[in-house]
């Protein structure tokens, strides 16, 4: 099988002061990979040289995900058109598009016989449809060859083109996924060359589209709790079904600095308050990412009766 990606870059730099990164505290502790379907995983992802965003993002999970069996993988090239402050992925002129990659992504998947997969990929603002028609093609050629394996995806904002998001609802994913990151205030320093409204319409557009909507927001950039739980009801208002909450980690000292490690409980808190707010499924703790038990966020109801059958044995 041919090379999924391999494409090799150095992480992007930003215009951030390098600073020393500040001690994890006991709870960001993460267990090493282990295990027969771990090295099986990382077998497939070395021998057929594929790419994805668990190594080149630098999951805490990626032993965790990789031991179950999944993985996330990232098209449309590892080279990045924006220069996100948080982001380990590479920033600079991507490659050409890769027209065979959907039907490689496609062979990926059968042959690591995941029941759940998760795709991601860079922004790719140079092109005039933004990735959207590979992404279209990719999903295509995913449900063809494995016709029982559930999907979500993980797109850019296409800068809330309804056009180019419209091919992505087209090809009928399970989840469609498109990330906050962060709070408005913080927006234009975390994400640069995003738009918090902008990410607003995408989620809103999926949604009346017809489509199980999913986002994810970091925690630990100098945001409040205020601020998050506003970012909650702007999302709960445009409809998002699934949201993931967990701790910034500075990828580098050329990155972003974490400004606090947020606690067990208060992410525990702002569990209990999504579900108030009316998502269907809301993950929240230190190590939570976005593809953290995605196989999990396709089920309808599943979150907010487990939260509900929780309350009910806690009175």
Same mark, same amino acid.
């Given at each position: 099988m041919e %090379?999924? *990606?391999?494409?090799?870059?150095?992480?992007?730099?930003? &215009? $951030?002061?390098?600073?020393?990164?500040?001690?994890? @505290? #006991?709870?960001?502790?993460?267990?090493?990979?282990?295990?027969?379907?771990?090295?099986?995983?990382?077998?497939?992802?070395?021998?057929?040289?594929?790419?994805?965003?668990?190594?080149?993002?630098?999951?805490?999970?990626?032993?965790?995900?990789?031991?179950?069996?999944?993985?996330?993988?990232m098209i449309l090239g590892n080279i990045c058109t924006r220069s996100c402050g948080f982001c380990a992925v590479a920033t600079g002129r991507p490659e050409a598009v890769d027209w065979d990659?959907?039907?490689?992504?496609?062979?990926?998947?059968?042959?690591?016989?995941?029941?759940?997969?998760?795709?991601?990929?860079?922004?790719? %603002?140079? *092109?005039?449809?933004?990735?959207?028609?590979?992404?279209? &093609? $990719?999903?295509?050629?995913?449900?063809?060859?494995? @016709? #029982?394996?559930?999907l979500e995806t993980l797109i850019p904002d296409f800068k809330a083109q309804k056009e180019n998001i419209q091919r992505v609802i087209d090809a009928a994913p399970e989840v469609v996924s498109h990330n906050m990151e962060t709070v408005e205030r913080l927006t234009k320093q975390v994400r640069i060359q995003a738009k918090y409204r902008r990410s607003l319409d995408t989620l809103r557009i999926l949604k009346e589209g017809g489509v199980r909507t999913k986002t994810g927001i970091?925690?630990?950039?100098?945001?409040?709790?205020?601020?998050?739980?506003?970012?909650?009801?702007?999302?709960?208002?445009?409809?998002?079904?699934?949201?993931?909450?967990?701790?910034? *980690?500075?990828?580098?000292?050329?990155?972003l600095p974490v400004a606090r490690f947020v606690h067990p409980d208060e992410f525990a808190e702002l569990r209990e308050i999504g579900y108030e707010l009316g998502f269907d499924y809301v993950e929240s703790g230190p190590l939570v990412r976005s593809s953290y038990h995605s196989e999990r966020h396709v089920l309808q109801g599943f979150g907010r009766n487990k939260w509900l059958e929780e309350k009910a044995l806690a009175v």
């Open positions: %090379d999924l *990606l391999n494409i090799k870059s150095t992480p992007c730099s930003t &215009n $951030t002061v390098e600073v020393p990164r500040v001690k994890k @505290p #006991d709870w960001l502790r993460v267990k090493l990979p282990i295990g027969e379907e771990y090295k099986h995983v990382r077998n497939l992802v070395d021998t057929h040289k594929l790419h994805t965003i668990c190594e080149s993002g630098n999951c805490p999970n990626m032993g965790e995900c990789w031991g179950a069996g999944t993985a996330t993988f990659e959907p039907q490689r992504v496609a062979e990926a998947i059968y042959l690591m016989k995941v029941k759940h997969a998760v795709i991601t990929s860079v922004d790719r %603002d140079e *092109l005039q449809d933004g990735g959207s028609i590979i992404w279209h &093609n $990719t999903i295509k050629a995913v449900k063809a060859l494995n @016709p #029982d394996t559930t970091m925690l630990g950039l100098g945001e409040t709790k205020d601020e998050v739980i506003e970012s909650l009801k702007d999302l709960a208002g445009v409809g998002v079904d699934v949201v993931t909450l967990g701790q910034y *980690l500075q990828p580098t000292q050329k990155h």
